[in-house]
């Protein structure tokens, strides 16, 4: 099975400044015959359930606010809130759809400082 | 608008049975892989089962192969998981959620609110 790893666990930044989660798969994720890395990101929020923000590690699902991207290509990904609002608090979790089953991080949970 | 509504969650003693159901509706069902995901309390989200689309192909996490079954009946729209010799580990909400494909390597888009299921004696 792939591990996925994020960094870090937790963590608290002001409201307009940028937040940043990695995470990094234990096997590439990067499939060569089409060049897509099977990477999603997925925010969840008490109570609801899981929404998807990111998939082929760095394309925004319709309604996804601009201020969500992601990056990275192979074994190491990164979730970017560039200027994080009240409502971005959750938890986040990646995702390898590369191989099953399917993994997820262990989650890192966002707050405001 | 695409809506999933997980049903047949509850109280169970180790050893029990439970099925859950997911009623779709917004798209065509059919089409779509489907798949169930759990989070034990204070926990992650870990994959449990998918099916295609047509209902012919299947997967299971380590954990509950051989002790749940997914299916679907395209006819009514709904998927399943039949769990049984159901463990205090299985203890979770349980979430079913649309791929964005039919078979194959997707991720899921849409998740429904979730069914808690509870083993304890």
């Known amino acids: 099975d792939i591990v996925m790893t994020q960094s870090p666990d937790s963590l608290a930044v002001s409201l307009g400044e940028r937040a940043t989660i990695s995470c990094k798969s234990s096997?590439?994720?990067?499939?060569?015959?089409?060049?897509?890395?099977?990477l999603a990101w997925f925010q969840h929020k008490p109570g609801q359930p899981p929404k998807l923000l990111i998939y082929?590690?760095?394309t925004r699902e319709s309604g996804v606010p601009d201020r969500f991207s992601g990056s990275g290509s192979g074994t190491d990904f990164t979730l970017t809130i560039s200027r994080l609002q009240a409502e971005d608090v959750a938890v986040y979790y990646c995702?390898?759809?590369?191989?099953?089953?399917?993994?997820f991080g262990q989650g890192t949970k966002v707050e405001i400082k | 608008e695409v809506q999933l509504l997980e049903s047949g969650g509850g109280l169970v003693q180790p050893g029990g049975s439970l099925r859950l159901s997911c009623a779709a509706s917004?798209?065509?069902?059919?089409?779509?892989?489907m798949s169930w995901v759990r989070q034990a309390p204070g926990k992650g989200l870990e994959w449990v089962s998918v099916?295609?689309?047509?209902?012919?192909?299947?997967y299971y996490a380590d954990s509950v192969k051989g002790r749940f079954t997914i299916s679907r009946d395209n006819s009514k729209n709904t998927l399943y998981l039949q769990m049984n010799s159901l463990r205090a580990d299985d203890t979770a909400v349980y979430f079913c959620?649309?791929?964005?494909?039919?078979?194959?390597?997707?991720?899921?888009?849409?998740w429904g609110q979730g069914t808690l299921v509870t083993v304890s004696s």
């Open positions: 099916v295609s689309g047509s209902g012919g192909t299947t």
């Open positions: 082929w590690a760095s």
């Open positions: 096997q590439s994720v990067l499939y060569s015959s089409n060049n897509k890395n099977y």
């Open positions: 995702q390898q759809y590369y191989s099953t089953p399917q993994t």
């Open positions: 959620a649309k791929s964005q494909g039919m078979i194959g390597r997707w991720t899921s888009d849409y």
């Open positions: 917004g798209f065509t069902f059919s089409s779509y892989a």
